[in-house]
């Protein structure tokens, strides 16, 4: 086998969900959401660029020199997001064959390669206004000022990925066919080194490192590896060009582009064997979880460069784009697939369950770009939107978020020699090869409400393997794997694990419950991990949220929004006496536990609020939110020993 990971994921496409919490959304996201992402790319012009740069082209090898078009759209990247919705729609077709959006994608695909240069050059924004730049961001000449914001290589990393989805969907070349087109004028022009640029906007490392996987052609692993080296020193922190990327030990600048950079450093060195790189991406994500990480999972706190911030500094009101939390999530996966330590996939688990979800309405078509861990009720902060928007001129989020949340089941198991990971819990059908032998894994739960689940483990024949199935750090009194949030009652009742029935002791390994047996048709392992709601504090140095507190319960977060508490959360004052209840219910939210806590000191007396999922904020129209809590020590007197 070519080198890779030592740890090789289950695909998304051999596990399907089928019940519970993520098929509802998942559901949303291919009847609502892609078809909804469709139309905004049509109606906005994104794809009318494509027809502008093609038309440009045409005429000019008819003869007309002169003739140009000028885009319908504002940036330089909206070809991306065309990109990242094919994606989508191609782990939708996976999921649930849809031959009119096929044939669809294929209209698409056809406009995209009229607008390829012959030489493979594609970037809508100079093909169809060639003779003079028709955007600042925009050099008179190719890649020039890709370092800085053309995004021409970030748009390519987008389409390299959406070709090989498209492939691996349908089996059909053409998408994937413009991409090796790109691609070998990429190695044409940053193949022998001279040319130095470094990209701007990461994302073409793991776009080319998947085409390397695809084609098994080492140019692609070796054109990432060039664009990686061409960093540093000297240039902007923004874009994390400070420091060469192995000399680089805290995650800095736009925190989009740095979670890409660390995940594409980790495909490169899984692939081509650059061990510096791993020990680069250890350092920034011990940085990132120990200083730097929202209680949402969320990333990117500051609104000025969209970017990372200094240790500790984390506050409330902050940016967290949803990317960002995407971006995380494919950096942690990655680091998963190196160490095998369920703490990266904890971080996983926390931020898709809280700072990624809540970047798209329970209805599919309403979005946040930055997810604030509080919000005063009125702020136009979700670009230029109060609440959540229907699209965004600058639409990098939804669409995104739209291709993630398709393919989410290819982070439930991973497979390493004869051990099968079980990392995500959801209702659903999967299957993996372990030891040589296929086996089939059932999962019934209804996580993440309620942390009893089943799995039935059915191979084809009696086959010894380990299964290691993760017990979350929230399990084992550990929010996120650091001091950085801690419960403030650390004792947290034990998880229970039983084996075709019997209580089964499993020793604990790197955040999983070791089971080594051999296993047989209809196998049942029952794993029942207590979710009793914990309040939170953070580290002391965390200055937004010094004498606050913030519930939890599983991997949910929870916020307390005023619409339905008719005082806004910063009037409310948490006190020793406050108790939290759970409470299943379905209504407006969906099918969620909300919380009732008990004796919040209120401006006139204390009285019972209600805490609701994080991630659904927002559903019920505008009110003011907070995921931390004003705490006192004083039952009666609440405000004095803040
Ligand atoms: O630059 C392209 C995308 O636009 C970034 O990833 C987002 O943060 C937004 O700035
Ligand atoms: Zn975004």
């Not at 994606?87 to 996976?94: R, V």
Request: aromatic share 10%; with cysteine; proline share 8%.
């Amino acid at each position: 086998m070519p080198a890779d990971y030592p740890i090789r994921p289950v695909p998304f496409t051999a596990v399907r969900i089928t019940g519970g919490f993520w098929h509802t959304r998942q559901q949303v996201n291919l009847r609502v959401t892609v078809p909804y992402a469709i139309k905004q790319c049509e109606d906005t012009g994104r794809l009318t660029n494509f027809d502008l740069a093609a038309e440009t082209l045409r005429r000019r090898a008819a003869g007309e020199s002169t003739f140009q078009n000028k885009p319908v759209t504002i940036y330089p990247f909206d070809d991306s997001d065309v990109f990242k919705v094919m994606e989508g729609i191609a782990y939708a077709l996976h999921v649930q064959p849809d031959p009119a959006l096929e044939a669809r994608l294929d209209g698409w695909i056809a406009r995209i390669a009229a607008a390829q240069e012959p030489d493979g050059y594609l970037y809508t924004f100079r093909t169809m206004h060639p003779d003079t730049p028709v955007h600042d961001w925009i050099a008179p000449e190719r890649w020039r000022k890709d370092p800085d914001l053309s995004h021409e290589l970030y748009n390519l990393g987008h389409l390299y990925e959406a070709g090989v989805a498209h492939f691996q969907a349908t089996g059909k070349r053409t998408l994937l066919d413009v991409c090796l087109k790109s691609a070998e004028l990429v190695w044409r022009d940053f193949g022998d080194r001279r040319l130095r640029i470094a990209p701007g906007h990461q994302v073409i490392e793991m776009g080319l490192a998947k085409l390397h996987r695809v084609t098994g052609d080492p140019r692609w692993l070796e054109l990432a590896r060039i664009f990686l080296e061409a960093r540093g020193p000297g240039g902007p922190e923004y874009s994390q060009q400070h420091l060469p990327v192995t000399g680089q030990a805290a995650a800095v600048g736009h925190a989009v582009r740095a979670n890409y950079m660390y995940a594409g450093m980790a495909d490169v060195a899984a692939l081509g064997g650059d061990a510096a790189y791993v020990e680069a991406i250890r350092r920034i994500w011990d940085n990132v979880v120990t200083r730097k990480l929202s209680l949402t999972g969320g990333v990117g706190p500051i609104q000025h460069g969209e970017a990372y911030g200094a240790d500790y500094e984390l506050p409330n009101a902050c940016y967290n784009e949803t990317c960002a939390a995407i971006a995380l999530m494919l950096w942690a996966h990655r680091m998963f697939l190196f160490t095998g330590d369920a703490a990266h996939v904890d971080v996983i688990e926390r931020t898709a369950c809280n700072g990624f979800i809540s970047g798209v309405s329970l209805s599919g078509d309403r979005f946040f770009y930055p997810n604030p861990l509080a919000y005063d009720g009125a702020a136009k902060n979700n670009h230029d939107h109060a609440g959540r928007a229907p699209w965004f001129g600058c639409a990098c989020c939804p669409p995104n978020l739209m291709r993630t949340l398709a393919a989410l089941t290819g982070w439930f198991y991973a497979v390493r020699d004869a051990s099968l990971y079980v990392n995500f819990y959801a209702t659903s059908e999967g299957a993996a090869e372990v030891a040589g032998t296929g086996v089939r894994l059932t999962q019934a739960t209804e996580y993440p409400w309620d942390g009893r689940i089943r799995l039935t483990v059915d191979p084809a024949r009696p086959v010894a393997f380990t299964l290691r199935l993760r017990i979350p750090g929230w399990a084992q009194g550990r929010p996120v794997p650091s001091d950085l949030y801690a419960y403030r009652d650390p004792a947290p009742p034990a998880w229970v694990l039983r084996v075709g029935g019997q209580a089964w002791a499993a020793p604990l390994e790197a955040g999983y419950a070791v089971i080594a047996r051999e296993w047989r048709a209809g196998d049942t392992v029952e794993l029942d991990l207590p979710m009793p709601v914990h309040a939170v504090r953070g580290h002391p140095r965390v200055e937004a949220v010094r004498g606050a507190v913030a519930f939890e319960r599983g991997p949910v977060v929870y916020a307390v929004e005023g619409e339905v508490n008719r005082t806004a959360p910063a009037g409310l004052t948490v006190t020793p006496r406050t108790r939290a209840r759970a409470h299943r219910q379905r209504g407006p939210l969906g099918d969620v536990v909300t919380l009732v806590l008990d004796a919040v000191a209120a401006p006139a007396q204390p009285r019972p609020v209600t805490a609701i999922p994080y991630a659904v904020w927002n559903n019920r129209g505008l009110a003011p939110m907070a995921v931390w809590l004003r705490a006192s020590q004083s039952p009666t007197d609440p405000v004095k020993d803040l």
